[in-house]
């Protein structure tokens, strides 16, 4: 049972326009959620997250909105480069002690020159 | 700043062999995880730790073993090797839990089991 679901694996959009990523979740205790990407070869790097007591974080040219009532969270790249071509992962966690981070599946964003 | 530093980057087990990756954080920090990522998946957790001495099941712990005898070190060891085992494996380490600093990630071990 997928608790964070990304459910488009692979985006393409041209570069100096608007990427969304989308990601939804099903478990309600879950309290901070995050973005990272990830290049072939490497680790996931962390890239930005909200709290569940926000519904917007920007961080340059990243935005991540966050829907509580509809489970809903979304990572905006504006404007959109070609560095930014790799797998995006949302991941979700509890405030709780032992809760580590639930990652989704991932969706490739591919940034067409 | 090493980060967290995983061993060996690729590795080829014999369906039965047994082998141990390394993991190794020299943030000292307390939380350390072990996921692995299949193809088109996204990243399941094996194992954690809040802490030396301590560490609990993930998501997948089945045919994995772990141990945390220092802050820095959290070897993950298969002991009968498996073709379902064939993965990409990423050590990862945390301050805290449940926070919005996240983690970091080593660059990972491709294991491939024949």
């Known amino acids: 049972d997928q608790q964070v679901k990304q459910n488009s694996p692979s985006l393409s959009v041209q570069e100096g326009r608007i990427s969304i990523l989308n990601c939804d979740y099903t478990?309600?205790?879950?309290?901070?959620f995050l973005w990272y990407k990830k290049y072939p070869a490497e680790g996931p790097t962390f890239l930005i997250s909200?709290?569940?007591?926000?519904d917007k974080n920007e961080d340059g040219r990243f935005t991540v909105f966050l829907n509580k009532s509809a489970k809903h969270l979304s990572l905006h790249i504006v404007p959109s480069q070609p560095g930014d071509s790799a797998v995006y992962f949302c991941?979700?966690?509890?405030?709780?002690?032992?809760?580590?981070?639930?990652f989704g599946k991932g969706t490739r964003l591919s940034v067409i020159a | 700043n090493a980060g967290v530093t995983q061993t060996p980057k690729f590795r080829i087990l014999k369906i039965g062999q047994s082998m141990t990756l390394q993991c190794a954080q020299d943030m000292n920090h307390n939380y350390m995880y072990w996921y692995r990522q299949d193809p088109g998946m996204g990243l399941k957790l094996i194992y954690y730790?809040?802490?030396?001495?301590?560490?609990d099941k993930g998501e997948v712990p089945n045919g994995y073993n772990v141990s945390r005898s220092t802050t820095e070190d959290f070897p993950l060891r298969l002991e009968l090797a498996a073709p379902s085992q064939t993965s990409v494996y990423f050590c990862?380490?945390?301050?805290?839990?449940?926070?919005?600093?996240?983690?970091?990630f080593g660059s990972g071990t491709r294991l491939t089991v024949v």
């Open positions: 909200i709290s569940s007591i926000k």
């Open positions: 478990n309600s205790m879950f309290d901070y």
């Open positions: 990862a380490s945390s301050y805290v839990q449940g926070q919005l600093d996240g983690y970091t």
């Open positions: 730790s809040v802490g030396a001495g301590i560490t």
């Open positions: 991941a979700a966690s509890g405030n709780s002690g032992n809760t580590p981070l639930v």
